[in-house]
């Protein structure tokens, strides 16, 4: 049952490859992304208390969170996939900004790729075991490269290496520390989660750190932490919208658990205080650093990966408190992935409509697409920790933990970059959606379609809808399932 | 056999300075195929005979792998993109043989403080597997030839297994087998990429890709 989450997706993946009709490609995405949530939301009602099965893989609290978060979002990009690529079927594509025709990848490579990736992040969410952990998440580097450059030309080239390059090095650095971790336990303990915790108290502390270090490293770069984060504005910009959204709202989450578990072991060897304290200096580097990128950025996918890298950073720094802060990180990492997949999306239709990533080259977005516009605002508002959306109510609780742990300077800091952030984007946002358009550019250059096809807007609605509700109600069970993951991801 | 573990691994850091001091693009290859060889043989002198029939197995995927397919691959990709040699390192062959020797220095002081925390036969193993690790990052930083960087991760995944091996006895072996699935299958896209990139842009210089930037 649980590895089916695996299976049927890695069959999907595969089989597609093989058909040759648009039609039954595109709908076997759909039923992939709709299959494996099925499954996990079996899983999710199903089984009370999580019992781990097995010593591989097994369902604990924070891996079914970011299990559905994955699920969830995979099968909203799948509708939008379906329809994209219908859009953009041609064999010679014109691009957006620069007007050069180019072809892209072969489609069923491309479908075939999601659903790999998808398969590589389910496992890299079910699996209990830190080699096997290691193992998935380098698989899902691998499968997403040629997603990143599924459209042929030379920027996205340009960002596949970057991406292929550094995250493959990051990541062989993480390997290093899984057998750093091993010669923690004087080769004797398996790099099972269960074993590693039972015999915390003996591993040797020394190479314990070391190893923490080198797994923080390593799928930092990964998660896009800076000063590790070089790739991710250019993967994130250059690819195609939605795998963006996923790039963002998903995969990062993933080498986020990786931080994860390592951050739970380290915390069972007593040694808390040590990564507790790195996570919050690298969280707030890398909220800082992308604020810094986010001011006077004039192209607006850019400024959503920057945002990313901010989110991650406040994800680490939620976690590296603990407490009431970590309960608030697990809740952000819904709010997070729902609102930048959201985020993501619309822009893409914002490119489309426009041809340009450059945000002043773009006005009036209100008028011209009335829905693309509202969303593209509500996303705006959402992302920045404006009631009444989701993330206000994660970023509040965050606060709230940082505050009662008493450290006032870090408090002071994660306000301060969120008001930074806040007006840079509004910057940005605010003349795109309101700003009326110069006289000299005529409005028949945009594509002016009034109407949003339901493929754009459906899962796009549903996303809003999720984290407005989020940011309005959340039910006890929920609380509690985020705390228990929190304390499964080392709150204490 | 203790006397073998030292000897292959002093043969895995001399090869490191033949990578570091080519610019020839068909001797890199060579030299990575040399490395694998004595990864897979020092992978069985860790262990006491007679050998378990997994370690075997496991030596003979590394070689497989690292040894065969893999220089194969980039080889490929090396007549594919039509080049031979590096042609302007950032950092010059002389300077990264010297950059090496620190490296080595500096590896054997790492493990100083963490040595005396485990059983391993050889106190030549871990600071040689991290100095071949970072001769591969050298590799990647200091060279532009996006094939030499391809390389440069290979000799990077090496040092790393290299310290994998002298577990190999105790872990798991379904994950090594793993690890060498994703570092075959990393060299595999890197290659496709690369080929592409050469397709695409007439040439494979790493640092003239900078139009993405802030």
């Known amino acids: 049952m649980l590895f089916s989450t695996v299976l049927i997706p890695l069959i999907l993946g595969l089989g597609v490859l093989g058909i040759p009709w648009k039609g039954v490609r595109r709908g076997i995405l759909i039923a992939g992304g709709g299959c494996h949530a099925l499954v996990v939301a079996a899983l999710a009602f199903t089984k009370n208390g999580f019992p781990v099965t097995g010593t591989w893989i097994g369902l604990d609290s924070t891996g079914l969170l970011f299990l559905s978060i994955t699920s969830v979002l995979f099968l909203s990009v799948a509708i939008y996939t379906a329809g994209y690529l219908g859009r953009d079927s041609e064999r010679r594509v014109r691009d957006s900004v620069e007007g050069f025709l180019f072809s892209n990848e072969p489609e069923a490579i491309f479908i075939g790729c999601l659903l790999l990736f998808l398969a590589s992040m389910s496992l890299v969410c079910i699996s209990r075991d830190m080699g096997l952990l290691w193992v998935a998440i380098e698989a899902t580097t691998l499968v997403s490269a040629p997603l990143i450059s599924f459209h042929r030309h030379h920027r996205s080239l340009e960002a596949t290496w970057k991406y292929l390059l550094i995250c493959s090095v990051g990541i062989a650095i993480a390997l290093l520390g899984n057998y750093f971790l091993a010669f923690a336990g004087h080769g004797k303990v398996h790099l099972n989660l269960d074993n590693l915790i039972a015999e915390a108290a003996t591993l040797d502390q020394r190479w314990l750190k070391a190893a923490f270090l080198m797994l923080l490293v390593g799928y930092g770069t990964k998660m896009g932490m800076v000063p590790m984060h070089t790739w991710l504005p250019d993967a994130h910009s250059e690819s195609p919208s939605m795998v963006s959204a996923l790039l963002s709202g998903a995969l990062l989450n993933c080498a986020f658990l990786g931080i994860l578990r390592s951050h739970f072991i380290l915390t069972a060897a007593g040694l808390v205080l040590f990564s507790g304290e790195l996570l919050v200096f690298f969280g707030m580097l890398s909220m800082a650093v992308a604020a810094a990128f986010m001011i006077r950025q004039n192209d607006y996918k850019r400024m959503l990966a920057y945002s990313s890298i901010e989110h991650m950073g406040i994800l680490a720094l939620g976690v590296g408190l603990g407490g009431l802060a970590g309960t608030g990180a697990m809740l952000h990492a819904v709010n997070h992935s729902l609102t930048k997949g959201l985020l993501f999306l619309v822009s893409g239709h914002i490119l489309f409509t426009y041809g340009t990533k450059k945000s002043s080259d773009v006005k009036h977005i209100i008028k011209t697409a009335p829905l693309t516009g509202c969303l593209w605002l509500a996303g705006f508002l959402a992302i920045t920790g404006a009631p009444p959306f989701g993330p206000f109510l994660s970023e509040l609780t965050i606060l709230k933990g940082i505050l009662d742990a008493g450290r006032w300077g870090v408090a002071a800091g994660y306000v301060l970059v969120l008001a930074v952030i806040f007006i840079a984007m509004a910057r940005v946002v605010i003349p795109m959606a309101f700003g009326l358009p110069e006289q000299q550019k005529s409005i028949e250059s945009i594509h002016v379609n009034h109407r949003e096809p339901a493929w754009f807007a459906w899962p796009v609605m549903g996303m809003a809808m999720v984290i407005l509700v989020l940011g309005l109600y959340i039910p006890g069970p929920v609380w509690s399932f985020l705390g228990k993951a929190a304390a499964m991801a080392g709150g204490f | ?214």
């Open chain 2, 1 to 214: 056999m203790n006397t073998w573990t030292d000897i292959f691994i002093l043969v895995l850091v001399l090869a490191d300075f033949r990578l570091l001091a080519t610019s020839r693009l068909a001797a890199v290859i060579q030299t990575t195929v040399l490395q694998a060889v004595c990864l897979s043989a020092f992978m069985l002198t860790m262990a006491d005979r007679p050998w378990p029939l997994l370690l075997i197995s496991l030596a003979l995927v590394t070689l497989t792998i690292k040894g065969v397919v893999l220089p194969w691959l980039l080889g490929r990709a090396m007549r594919e993109a039509g080049v031979q040699r590096e042609i302007e390192p950032m950092v010059g062959y002389s300077s990264s043989v010297l950059i090496g020797m620190a490296l080595l220095g500096l590896s054997f002081l790492i493990f100083v403080p963490l040595k005396a925390s485990i059983s391993i036969q050889s106190t030549f193993l871990l600071p040689g597997a991290l100095f071949t690790a970072l001769t591969g990052l050298l590799m990647i930083v200091s060279r532009k030839n996006a094939l030499t960087q391809v390389a440069g991760y290979l000799v990077m995944e090496n040092g790393v297994y290299a310290f994998g091996a002298a577990l190999a006895v105790e872990e798991p072996l379904l994950v090594e087998m793993g690890v060498l699935l994703d570092v075959f299958v990393a060299v595999f896209v890197m290659g496709i990429t690369v080929y592409q990139i050469s397709r695409e842009f007439d040439h494979i210089d790493t640092d003239r890709l900078s139009e993405l930037k802030d």
